[in-house]
């Protein structure tokens, strides 16, 4: 979540290739399957025939694999049967955690709140923030959408307005665009008789949708409140 870095006795250790850190977060995002030769050429070289990459995608591999097994002494990458996955007996992975804070909240009967606010803590930044492979952007919306679910269940179950508007704002930081959050925020405000603020929430939210070219999507009034947590987010 974030960066993507990977620490070895608490120090980053340098991945010069950007291939290779694509493909250390790609084997994240994979596991526990892991992925195979053309599965990675695929995704690291879009378009590119996978004949020419043979060779590029070896070495590439190689060097990582060599790379972090001199720093941390490790077989952090395995290879069995072409496939390649993360060994989670000799690395953490902050993704993971995630995702088994996610589906605990989606599968806990008792202690619910504590169970969605444990998704929230566990997701400090986009996934891979910052970069823009292609192959990442459905994993990074799906994980993102993740932690919205959780601010909007923590705030339809949050008693105090002010901790509830918290976590409404919470969520539109994860999404700056999602209508559903956008509209309880501006209830939340306008139920509080806070009514200058909710103006500018919502000038600033038409502000935003205006550069990303979403304007026409924008509605006139909002509803005094939205049914789910996702079904409005662009």
């Keep these: 979540m974030g960066e993507p870095t990977l620490l070895v006795d608490g120090e980053p250790l340098t991945i010069r290739r950007s291939a290779a850190l694509q493909i250390l ?7 526990p ?3 195979n030769t053309s599965q990675l050429a695929d995704a690291i070289w879009p378009g590119v025939p996978r004949r020419s990459l043979t060779g590029r995608l070896y070495t590439t591999l190689s060097e990582l694999r060599t790379v972090i097994r001199d720093a941390s002494g490790l077989h952090v990458i395995e290879h069995t049967d072409d496939r390649y996955r993360l060994n989670p007996a000799h690395l953490n992975v902050d993704l993971w955690q995630l995702q088994a804070a996610i589906h605990h909240a989606a ?18 930044a986009d996934l891979a923030a910052g ?16 932690a919205i679910d959780a601010c909007a269940a923590l705030a339809d179950a949050e008693p105090d307005p002010p901790r509830r508007l918290a976590l409404l704002q919470a969520g539109l930081r994860i999404d700056p665009y999602n209508a559903d ?20 929430l919502h ?6 949708l205006s550069e990303a070219g979403l304007d026409d ?8 409140r939205a049914s789910n947590a996702t079904g409005g987010s662009r």
Excluded: M
Aim: proline share 6%; with cysteine.
């Design 25 to 31: 977060v790609f084997l994240a995002t994979s596991h």
């Design 107 to 124: 599968s806990a009967v008792t202690d619910t709140t504590a169970a969605w606010q444990a998704v929230v803590d566990a997701y400090p």
């Design 131 to 146: 970069r823009i492979w292609p192959w990442l952007d459905p994993i990074r919306e799906a994980t993102r959408r993740h």
């Design 33 to 35: 399957t892991g992925a």
């Design 181 to 200: 959050l956008h509209a309880r925020a501006h209830t939340a405000l306008t139920t509080r008789g806070d009514r200058e603020a909710a103006t500018k």
């Design 217 to 224: 999507d924008a509605p006139n009034h909002l509803p005094s």
């Design 203 to 208: 000038a600033h939210y038409l502000c935003l």
